[in-house]
């Protein structure tokens, strides 16, 4: 079975700084791959996903994330982080097993 | 179009009640899945619906349980209610099967039990 490592469960990144969520993920085949983010009390928003293709993705408030075969990865980043981007982020795997593995999540949080 | 709906918000239970949470998936979407979110756990599968049929359960006690009917709307069901259910529930939705399409999640039903 597939299974998704975020090895970060704490990042603190100033306003204005460059940020950078790392995930890999374990899966035999080429996975779907997403990440979620999840503000407290709230659900999760799709900030982008990798099926097939062009392997760097781009997704919403400015995220993008690239898809490394070779080093099982799929790491998130955004060049200039906003206060209002402090959540929690899940890096997710889908297989074509009805299965679905979510990481442990990474809680980012914002300096002034 | 709408996003995914669960009711209730909030739910205030005590040990040993039962307690039934639904959710409305997105107009044409299938698939309903249910996950548990604690602090300590993370997020967990618990199920997966899909065109009424039950297509993948995580490893959770046969005190969870759920439906899907024929409007695609779920229920999920926890019976004989322990401190350890305390915990965010949500739903997801998608076109089709977990793993192989997007979800798009509700807001969650945050249970407490006392």
């Known amino acids: 079975a597939q299974s998704v490592t975020q090895p970060d469960i704490h990042i603190t990144v100033s306003e204005g700084a460059s940020l950078e969520l790392r995930c890999n993920y374990s899966?035999?085949?080429?996975?779907?791959l997403f990440w979620y983010v999840q503000s407290p009390g709230q659900g999760l928003q799709l900030l982008l996903k990798?099926?097939?293709?062009?392997?760097l993705v781009q997704g919403i408030k400015g995220f993008e994330a690239e898809f490394k075969r070779s080093q099982s990865s799929f790491n998130l980043r955004k060049p200039s982080v906003h206060w209002s981007d402090a959540a929690e982020y899940f890096c997710a795997v889908g297989a074509g097993n009805n299965d679905m593995r979510f990481g442990a999540g990474t809680r980012l949080t914002v300096k002034p | 179009k709408a996003g995914v709906t669960q009711t209730p918000r909030y739910l205030i239970k005590t040990r040993g009640q039962q307690v039934t949470l639904s959710c409305s998936p997105i107009s044409g979407h299938r698939s309903v899945s249910w996950y548990q979110q604690t602090p300590g756990q993370g997020l967990q599968f618990l199920f997966e619906y899909f065109s009424e049929t039950q297509r993948n359960k995580g490893n959770f006690p046969g005190r969870f349980s759920g439906r899907q009917f024929s409007n695609s709307r779920s229920e999920m069901n926890v019976s004989t209610l322990e401190l350890g259910d305390s915990a965010l529930y949500l739903c997801?939705?998608?076109?089709?099967?977990?793993?192989?399409?997007?979800?798009?999640f509700g807001p969650g039903t945050r249970l407490l039990v006392l």
């Open positions: 899966y035999g085949a080429t996975p779907y």
């Open positions: 990798y099926f097939s293709g062009d392997t």
């Open positions: 997801a939705s998608s076109l089709g099967l977990v793993g192989q399409e997007t979800q798009y």
